[in-house]
């Protein structure tokens, strides 16, 4: 059984920065595709980024590119999510996933592991 750990979560201002962590406890996180997710209240749970298992391919949803970049570090089995110039329309859950089983990055469905969810709130 994998199991991811989120932390970094927090409250900020707007235009504020956060860097949110996924500890994985196996090895094996250095194989797998990894990505971000995150859920607001009342809200389906929505991609954010992902990342492949040598950190060559990366994708982003269109509403955080060029704010949040995703990395890896793989002999630290931990993955990374840099969140600058936020806004109060990124406050939700965010929650990191492990293995996407050769499926679409983008879907949540794809992915087997999932971790706890870190909150984070963006105040105007």
């Known amino acids: 059984q994998v199991q991811l750990v989120e932390s970094g979560g927090g409250l900020v201002q707007a235009g504020g920065s956060l860097r949110l962590s996924c500890a994985a406890s196996?090895?094996?996180?250095?194989?797998?595709?990894m990505g971000w997710f995150r859920q607001a209240p009342g809200k389906e749970r929505e991609f954010v980024a992902a990342?492949?298992?040598?950190?060559?391919?990366?994708v982003y949803a269109e509403s955080v590119k060029g704010r949040f970049t995703i990395s890896r570090d793989n002999a630290k089995n931990t993955l990374y999510l840099q969140m600058n110039s936020l806004k109060p329309e990124d406050t939700a859950v965010y929650y990191c996933?492990?293995?996407?089983?050769?499926?679409?990055?983008?879907?949540?469905?794809?992915?087997?592991?999932w971790g706890q969810g870190t909150q984070v709130t963006v105040s105007s």
């Open positions: 196996t090895r094996a996180f250095s194989i797998y595709e």
């Open positions: 990342i492949s298992w040598n950190g060559v391919s990366i």
């Open positions: 996933a492990a293995d996407a089983r050769g499926g679409s990055l983008y879907y949540a469905g794809s992915y087997v592991y």
